[in-house]
């Protein structure tokens, strides 16, 4: 997804007596993540770009990754027939307790118990206005990027917002993890705040849902310099879950107002370096 009307200057260089001009050295891994939103805006070389790009794409989804690396996926146990699943665990004491005699059944009467990945649609909207640079883009990313990687991904869509929403990934859309982190590198990160364009946004998102259990979740400092009150909002959705990061603005309760009038938890963060963990968290959260 590309983000036009970014000025683009030269690549840095290091002057040094003895020789010509050397490019500047460009950074790998979280370095590259770390840097990538100041970075994709001053190379002026595209394959340059592109390079930090893949590197910051890159360490992100190592980042996330490796949160997941002791966890496991949702799941819940699913009864269905032995015909459609011959693998599963036969369900016997069903037949037994029906008073079914075990010479006398039948195929189609088997039942067997199988894991099967737990379903909601989840709509996350993320606060990117001008206070996100830096670092934090990068672990606004990863968690995006564990939440992408532990849901169905068909289930998941993104809205960022500034004073603007704008829909980074769709229900029913399946887009590779390391394309959704890209999207989310790629956001400007500019301007005011509009946290009810986001919501309003999130909204129309998870009205395409097709699934019976649909959640929200809003990743915001809970400061807002444009736009309505959002917290009217907050009732339309099933369930809101409110993610607060860092020190609440003058309206300090807004994050709690939006989670109780969205039946839903609050969540208050003192940084954005917890933010990739608590999304590990919410994953399970997110079908109760």
């Not at 979280?30 to 970075?39: D, S």
């Not at 006398?104 to 993320?126: F, I, S």
């Not at 939440?147 to 990934?169: G, N, W, Y």
């Not at 208050?268 to 590990?280: E, F, G, H, W």
């Amino acid at each position: 997804m590309a983000w036009m009307g970014l000025d683009e200057e030269t690549a840095p260089f290091v002057e040094s007596p003895e020789s010509e001009p050397t490019p500047a050295r460009i950074p790998a891994g979280w370095e590259a993540a770390r840097n990538y939103h100041r970075l994709k805006k001053v190379l002026g070389d595209a394959r340059a770009r592109e390079g930090v790009r893949r590197e910051a794409v890159g360490a992100v989804l190592s980042r996330a990754r490796a949160l997941l690396r002791h966890g496991a996926r949702p799941r819940r146990d699913e009864d269905l027939p032995w015909t459609e699943a011959p693998g599963g665990e036969l369900a016997l004491d069903a037949l037994v307790d029906e008073g079914v005699p075990p010479g006398a059944v039948e195929p189609d009467q088997v039942r067997v118990t199988v894991p099967a990945p737990r379903r909601a649609d989840v709509v996350l909207m993320l606060d990117m206005s001008l206070s996100m640079t830096g670092e934090k883009v990068a672990l606004v990313a990863t968690a995006a990027a564990v939440l992408s990687l532990q849901l169905d991904p068909e289930d998941l869509a993104v809205v960022a917002f500034d004073h603007r929403a704008t829909l980074l990934k769709r229900l029913g859309e399946r887009v590779p993890p390391d394309t959704l982190v890209g999207r989310v590198l790629d956001v400007p990160a500019d301007g005011f705040t509009s946290i009810e364009a986001g919501m309003r946004k999130g909204l129309t998102a998870l009205a395409r849902g097709r699934l019976g259990r649909r959640r929200g979740l809003l990743v915001t400092d809970g400061v807002y310099n444009v736009g309505w009150d959002p917290t009217p909002l907050a009732r339309r959705f099933p369930r809101l879950h409110v993610v607060q990061v860092g020190a609440p603005g003058p309206d300090r309760g807004l994050c709690a107002r939006l989670a109780s009038n969205g039946r839903g938890p609050l969540h208050v963060l003192p940084d954005y370096d917890s933010l990739p963990s608590l999304a590990r968290r919410l994953v399970g959260e997110l079908f109760r």
